[in-house]
């Protein structure tokens, strides 16, 4: 689809050269100084969903052969300089990361998540980041129908004990039985901790408890 | 009060949140056009979710022209779009201690709606080859 809602064919894209990393690194340095000049109070940086971040993490995108593909470490790479980047214009304690690990989102999808997922939090840690926020397992940037990861334990009980700053999930919360209208989102009784009952299925993200 | 934890001030960077709710990013595609600019609309939305103590985080807002993947996705990249912005967090403030987060996104190879006029960089970018499964 275009700018102005046409639609025509998809487009097949092309993987970035090497050489043409560090530009786009560059581009989320500089829209990080231009949320400063909105006069925002911290940036998020989103690395969930299938969106580039997370075509260099997952393997289903990921298909490099350069430093940035292949390994564990070298997929998380990307990740790790973008966020540095950002740290550099707004200090660590006004950044927060979004990651989907179990997302299939926009064609993205991992085989084995944990531990790339542990060694990137591995990673984030010593940076005293403001927070981790992940999209619980049981959900999807794509809605429901795509997820295939229901029996997954939530983001809560996979990443409180490695992540050591303020965590936040999203994702399939919702009124303590209430049904939800939406036919594409069912409802799952039993499904949400009892202490995790929000207003709003999926538009609120519950932080947990702080442990630093 | 029946959730303690969740109705509790929390501590995040520097900002004392007096609740543990939270906005996730949501892409609702409702900037001007072209500009790709929030506009009152915008201000409006985040606004009315706005509580005091609370924070919002903003959709996810590509850094490059490259990087978009849905029509109407405020962008974050031009002087007309930080103005916007502007306008978005002045509201937000307005109604009272709500800390707002930027999102920055890149979603190349998402990116199948580059204006044709604005193909000279070339064909849209993505980490890597995508499978030809792959829509």
New interface residues.
């Given amino acids: 689809?275009?700018?102005?809602?046409k639609a025509?064919l998809?487009?097949?894209?092309?993987?970035?050269e090497t050489s043409?990393i560090p530009g786009?690194i560059d581009?989320?340095r500089?829209?990080?100084k231009?949320?400063l000049?909105?006069?925002?109070?911290?940036?998020?940086?989103?690395g969930a969903?299938?969106?580039?971040?997370e075509?260099?993490l997952q393997s289903?995108?990921?298909?490099?052969t350069d430093q940035?593909?292949g390994s564990i470490a070298n997929r998380v790479r990307?990740l790790m300089e973008v966020t540095k980047a950002?740290v550099e214009v707004w200090g660590a304690?006004?950044v927060?990361v979004?990651l989907s690990p179990y997302g299939v989102a926009?064609?993205s999808g991992e085989p084995d998540p944990m531990p790339l997922y542990t060694h990137a939090v591995e990673q984030l840690n010593p940076l005293g980041l403001?927070?981790l926020?992940f999209i619980e397992p049981r959900s999807s940037g794509a809605g429901r129908a795509e997820v295939n990861h229901q029996n997954v334990p939530s983001a809560m009980v996979l990443f409180r004990p490695i992540w050591k700053g303020?965590l936040?999930t999203?994702?399939g919360f919702h009124r303590r039985g209430r049904g939800c209208r939406d036919r594409r989102w069912p409802c799952r009784r039993g499904r949400v901790r009892p202490?995790?009952?929000?207003?709003s299925r999926?538009?609120?993200?519950?932080?947990?408890?702080?442990s630093r | 009060m029946n959730?303690p934890?969740?109705f509790s001030p929390?501590?995040?960077?520097?900002?004392q949140?007096k609740h543990?709710?939270?906005?996730?990013?949501?892409t609702r595609m409702r900037a001007a056009?072209?500009s790709?600019a929030p506009r009152p609309l915008n201000a409006e939305y985040y606004a009315q979710r706005a509580t005091p103590g609370g924070?919002l985080?903003?959709e996810?807002?590509p850094?490059?022209e490259t990087?978009?993947?849905s029509?109407g996705v405020p962008g974050?990249?031009t002087e007309q779009?930080?103005?916007g912005?502007?306008e978005?967090?002045?509201a937000v403030?307005a109604r009272g201690g709500d800390?707002?987060?930027?999102?920055?996104?890149?979603?190349?190879?998402?990116?199948?709606?580059?204006?044709?006029r604005r193909r000279a960089a070339?064909?849209?970018?993505?980490?890597?080859?995508?499978?030809p499964e792959?829509?």
């Fill in positions: 689809m275009t700018a102005d809602g025509v998809y487009e097949t894209p092309r993987a970035l043409e786009v581009a989320y500089q829209a990080a231009n949320a000049q909105a006069g925002f109070d911290g940036v998020e940086i989103h969903n299938g969106y580039l971040i075509q260099f289903h995108t990921n298909l490099r940035y593909g990307f950002v304690d006004r927060g979004r926009n064609g403001a927070y926020h303020v936040i999203a994702g202490h995790l009952h929000l207003q999926t538009c609120r993200a519950a932080c947990s408890a702080a | 959730y934890s969740l929390l501590k995040v960077g520097p900002y949140l543990r709710l939270a906005l996730a990013p949501l056009k072209p790709l924070l985080i903003a996810a807002s850094v490059m990087g978009f993947g029509p974050i990249y779009q930080i103005a912005w502007r978005v967090v002045d403030h800390h707002l987060p930027a999102a920055l996104a890149c979603r190349a190879r998402l990116a199948f709606l580059v204006p044709a070339g064909r849209a970018i993505g980490g890597a080859d995508r499978r792959d829509r």
